[in-house]
């Protein structure tokens, strides 16, 4: 596992498309060379490819969990696509899914319909929430780790690596062949005051409101790019929780599962 620790700050572009989830797997003999180079604060590496697809942002002096790498994604693509109308006829639930990864370009358009910031001058987002309030986190699950989605940055921070996928189901086996399964996560400290002037339960129905829409952006956006979907409910909240290093405050709403159709 890299350690932000080691290094220091700087921004590491990558030319590699494969290395776009896999940062963390870097070599220590790749990182030697980054640590090397970081004396000139910025550094490119040509591995191989000839992408550029986003960089690893470390930042020390952070403590804990939230000492994680922040892969930036590419900007999404908006101006293509099909119909909304043609994307409604096409979405159903699937349940059986090829072991093909999905693109860079893909996950950015699924977490930016998710939750993106869609008018940057007032920081709106691609999906309502009650008083404005996004308490409502995406976490991304893929075979690499779990990942947190940040729509700032449009950017995923590594919570834990290592495949956790099977800790999003109680047991539907599809869900360890999919490449990626989102897992929506309200966290009651965003509230803040808020959650006093709420009657009992407000909270949960508007957390969970949120999370239905952007589960609903994400089917859509599958659906026009030929992806399946499935919303689940059947998640083991305690070993998701666990792998996920999620807070007290912080309560699974629902899961889907995003994959390549066979
Ligand atoms: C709140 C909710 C929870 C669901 N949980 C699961 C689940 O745990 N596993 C699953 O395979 N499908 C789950 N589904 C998908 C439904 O089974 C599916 O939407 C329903 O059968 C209708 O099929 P369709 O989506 O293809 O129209 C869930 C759907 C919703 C809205």
Same mark, same amino acid.
């Given at each position: 596992?890299?350690?932000?620790?080691?290094?220091?700050?700087? /921004?590491?572009?990558?030319?590699?498309?494969?290395?776009?989830?896999?940062?963390?797997?870097?070599?220590?003999?790749?990182?030697?060379?980054? %640590?090397?180079?970081? /004396?000139?604060? %910025?550094?490119?590496?040509? =591995?191989?490819?000839?992408?550029?697809?986003?960089? =690893?942002?470390?930042?020390? @002096?952070?403590?804990?969990?939230?000492?994680?790498?922040?892969?930036?994604?590419?900007?999404?693509?908006?101006?293509?696509?099909?119909?909304?109308?043609?994307?409604?006829?096409?979405?159903?639930?699937?349940?059986?899914?090829?072991?093909?990864?999905?693109?860079?370009?893909?996950?950015?358009?699924?977490?930016?319909?998710?939750?993106?910031?869609?008018?940057?001058?007032?920081? @709106?987002?691609?999906?309502?929430?009650?008083?404005?309030?996004?308490?409502?986190?995406?976490?991304?699950?893929?075979?690499?780790?779990?990942?947190?989605?940040?729509?700032?940055?449009?950017?995923?921070?590594?919570?834990?690596?290592?495949?956790?996928?099977?800790?999003?189901?109680?047991?539907?086996?599809?869900?360890?062949? $999919?490449?990626?399964?989102?897992?929506?996560?309200?966290?009651?400290?965003?509230?803040?005051?808020?959650?006093? /002037? =709420?009657?009992?339960?407000?909270?949960?129905?508007?957390?969970?409101?949120?999370?239905?829409?952007?589960?609903?952006?994400?089917?859509? /956006?599958?659906? $026009?790019?030929?992806?399946?979907?499935?919303?689940?409910?059947?998640?083991?909240?305690?070993?998701?929780?666990?792998?996920?290093?999620?807070?007290?405050?912080?309560?699974?709403?629902?899961?889907?599962?995003?994959?390549?159709?066979?």
């Amino acid at each position: 596992m890299v350690s932000a620790r080691e290094l220091p700050q700087c /921004v590491i572009f990558l030319v590699n498309a494969d290395q776009m989830l896999g940062l963390v797997t870097l070599a220590n003999k790749e990182m030697d060379v980054v %640590k090397k180079n970081c /004396v000139t604060e %910025k550094i490119n590496l040509v =591995l191989s490819g000839i992408f550029l697809l986003g960089g =690893l942002l470390l930042v020390p @002096g952070v403590s804990g969990a939230t000492r994680t790498n922040a892969l930036s994604l590419p900007p999404p693509q908006i101006t293509d696509g099909v119909s909304v109308m043609k994307a409604l006829s096409e979405r159903k639930s699937s349940r059986n899914f090829a072991v093909s990864p999905i693109s860079d370009e893909q996950l950015s358009k699924i977490l930016w319909a998710a939750n993106g910031i869609n008018r940057p001058d007032s920081e @709106g987002h691609t999906t309502p929430s009650a008083m404005g309030v996004q308490s409502v986190h995406v976490y991304v699950v893929t075979d690499k780790g779990i990942f947190l989605y940040e729509p700032q940055s449009h950017s995923i921070r590594l919570q834990n690596k290592g495949d956790y996928r099977m800790t999003t189901t109680k047991g539907q086996s599809f869900v360890g062949k $999919a490449p990626l399964t989102l897992v929506y996560v309200a966290d009651s400290a965003a509230w803040g005051n808020a959650h006093r /002037v =709420l009657p009992a339960d407000q909270q949960t129905i508007f957390d969970s409101v949120a999370a239905g829409a952007m589960a609903q952006n994400v089917g859509l /956006v599958a659906a $026009a790019e030929g992806l399946g979907t499935c919303i689940r409910a059947s998640i083991d909240h305690e070993a998701f929780a666990k792998a996920a290093h999620l807070l007290d405050s912080e309560r699974i709403i629902i899961a889907q599962t995003i994959g390549v159709l066979p």
